[in-house]
């Protein structure tokens, strides 16, 4: 499993095209601000192109409702990691903390429909003991989740910016997730689960850390 974030460090979306996994993040105040009436104006063209009637009465709020669902479903661009993991505390507690089973609701960036699953994120603190809130390590799932997604980038962001921001000495995140667009449309294989793994800093170069970390994520503990 220490090579798996290695493996998928770039996915090819379209043969000639290669989308590095580790987008540069843009910097949220580089991020322009939700276009309301943009989106409108998308909805109602997608709704004629695909032959309705956007002006029937049923489809006549559809435009400004679809457009404020995207907004929420993508307020993650407006976030930075900094944003969510605002309360640290120094506790002195350096033994590894792991939060297992988080929701995920994402956006596939290729078809934008969702992906979900279920999110496992372990750290080891800083020596210092330098911690966050446990609810802070879900929000942060959230701001990368809630935005067009794969869900390597996914797992690798909220890895990255735990090391970074938390200074912690190893990371893990293990996403596991079932995407819509290979349900519902597609290939159609309903329950085909994908599961990525970012592993970082002792948490890779300690295979007994590491053996422990996944025992707990595999519910070793019930
Ligand atoms: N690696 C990766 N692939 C994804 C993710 N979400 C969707 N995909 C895949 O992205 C690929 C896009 O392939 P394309 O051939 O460009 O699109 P398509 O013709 O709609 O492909 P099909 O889904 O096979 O019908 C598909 O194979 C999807 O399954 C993701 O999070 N990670
Ligand atoms: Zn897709």
Redesign the pocket.
Known sequence: MSDVDEK?DG????NTQVTPVHTPERDVADVPAFDQQRAEAAVRELLFAIGEDPDREGLLDTPARVARAYRELTQGLHQAPEDVLTTTFDLGHDEMVLVRDIELWSM????LVP?TGVAHVGYIPAATGKITGLSKLARLVDVYAKRP??????TTQVADALMDILEARGVIVVIE?E?L??TM???RKAGAR?I?SAVRGTMRSNATTRAEAMALIRGGTR
């Open positions: 998928s996915v090819s979306a379209r596939c960036e290729h078809h992906f997604q794969v869900q390597e980038r996914l997730a995407h667009c290979m449309r597609g290939v994908t990525t």
